[in-house]
């Protein structure tokens, strides 16, 4: 049986099978050509803005820890023993000075003034009797009517007598010293305690237990403790130049209590002790504080705010401009005059509202990174924005609302 002739070969079989292959496959490599011949479009540079910083006098203020304490104390103790008669005066209210607080039973005290008044004017009896003896014996003692130890002890007579109205007059006084003394008076004016005894109570002169308790609150004096080495460090600086004192007349004290709010009348600084504690190494401050109202009260914690002097140069840098690195410096980024940005290590010290006053790393004119700094590193060429301090202390403050958007 003769063999069948195939009509088409095998290669060309397989040609025409992987032609749609290929006509499928063409416009995928198109593709992949053009993208690898299309280069992307650079990025642009990220955009900042920058302040530039110049030198301001600025105010050097201190915080330190304070607590208040009265100007004046007194314990009143009873100075004449006696019988707690009286009580003159409310628990907690304010006394003048001279005000009657107690009165003792005065019986026992007016009776040994009028014995005193009694004796006094024996004495005094007796003191005529001698003058007039003697007055007698001087012109007889020439004639020898008299002997002169009569005279002489006629003399004596007299200067006794004399000594005796001398002892009776004081012994009077003293009686009515502890008379007077038997109504308690403040010897200051503030605000009392509570009492410690009661009517009816015995008293005695100089007791250990004071009856109670005046303290004067107006004005009212603060302590704070600072260290020794800040105060030699602002002395010296004001002795280079750098500090100048704010004030001739005396340093302004500012007092802030424990949950922020501001006491409203300033104090003046009254002195600083002339000794270091040995225990803190602090030299202890003293301030006085009108307290008309009573609102500061003795052993009262505050925080006082004074003016050590002020920085004629100061540069001023904001806070959000300033970062810490791995190490704990503080950091800050500066767009130098080729507009590169740049990281510069910086000294801060005090904060002053929202800024950070810098020592050392910084210069005038210098422009730092206050927006954007994370958009940017060292080396960076960025899109500079320069800004104004007064811009930048707007950015952030709500805006006010006009009539048109309220309706809306």
Request: some cysteine.
């Amino acid at each position: 049986m003769p063999k069948l002739k195939p009509t088409l070969s095998t290669a060309r079989l397989r040609s025409w099978l992987a032609l749609p292959v290929l006509l499928l496959g063409a416009p995928f490599l198109a593709a992949c050509d053009d993208q690898v011949q299309a280069k992307p479009a650079p990025p642009p540079p990220p955009p900042v803005s920058v302040v530039r910083v110049q030198p301001t006098p600025v105010a050097i203020q201190t915080v330190l820890p304070g607590r208040t304490a009265a100007n004046q104390v007194a314990e009143i103790r009873p100075q004449v023993s006696g019988l707690l008669q009286e009580k003159l005066f409310r628990e907690g209210e304010a006394v003048e000075a001279g005000q009657p607080l107690f009165q003792i039973d005065p019986a026992p005290y007016r009776a040994a003034l009028a014995s005193a008044e009694a004796n006094q004017a024996r004495a005094e009896a007796t003191l005529q009797n001698a003058r007039a003896t003697t007055s007698r014996y001087r012109p007889l003692v020439g004639q020898n009517a008299v002997s002169r130890m009569e005279y002489d002890k006629s003399v004596a007579t007299q200067a006794q007598a004399e000594a005796d109205v001398a002892a009776a007059k004081a012994a009077v006084q003293s009686a009515q010293i502890d008379l007077e003394r038997t109504r308690i008076t403040s010897p200051i004016a503030g605000r009392t305690s509570r009492t410690n005894l009661t009517v009816g109570a015995l008293v005695t002169a100089n007791q250990a237990t004071a009856l109670l308790t005046v303290t004067q609150l107006d004005p009212i004096l603060v302590d704070m403790p600072q260290p020794a080495e800040a105060l030699l460090r602002l002395r010296r600086e004001m002795d280079e130049g750098r500090l100048r004192r704010s004030a001739e007349g005396g340093v302004e004290v500012r007092l802030t209590f424990g949950d922020g709010t501001e006491y409203p009348l300033p104090g003046r600084l009254q002195f600083a002790e002339a000794t270091v504690d040995r225990d803190t190494g602090s030299v202890t401050l003293r301030a006085v504080f009108p307290n008309p109202d009573g609102v500061l009260l003795p052993g009262l914690f505050v925080r006082a705010r004074l003016e050590a002097g002020v920085a004629q140069n100061a540069l001023l840098v904001p806070q959000q401009a300033v970062t810490r690195n791995s190490r704990g410096e503080a950091t800050t980024l500066v767009v130098d005059e080729e507009g590169t940005v740049r990281q510069r290590i910086i000294e801060t010290g005090q904060s002053i509202g929202n800024k950070w006053l810098v020592s050392a790393g910084l210069a005038a004119g210098d422009r730092v990174v206050v927006e954007g700094s994370q958009r940017v590193r060292d080396g960076v060429k960025p899109e500079v924005r320069e800004m104004t301090a007064e811009e930048l202390d707007q950015v952030g403050k709500p805006r006010p609302v006009t009539t048109a958007q309220a309706r809306g």
